[in-house]
């Protein structure tokens, strides 16, 4: 259990060390808008995007093999 924590620190010191470094503004533009915004900030919501999207689809891999083991 204390293994746990421990990674937790050094993985929070890690996400602070990481966001110190990478704090210049970026530009994203995409067709016709454009976002001024952190470096930082924009690769966090990317890392949630890619998040959702693995949850989504495990979610529905599941629902799949459920489905096919209640007919068997």
Do not use: C, H
């Amino acid at each position: 259990m204390r293994y746990k924590l421990v990674l937790t620190g050094i993985l929070a010191f890690l996400v602070v060390v990481f966001i110190y470094q990478n704090n210049q503004p970026v530009t994203l533009r995409f067709l016709v808008w454009a976002l001024d915004t952190s470096q930082v900030v924009l690769m966090l919501v990317m890392l949630l995007i890619g998040a959702v999207m693995s949850w989504l689809l495990g979610s529905y891999v599941r629902i799949r093999i459920r489905r096919q083991l209640k007919e068997k």
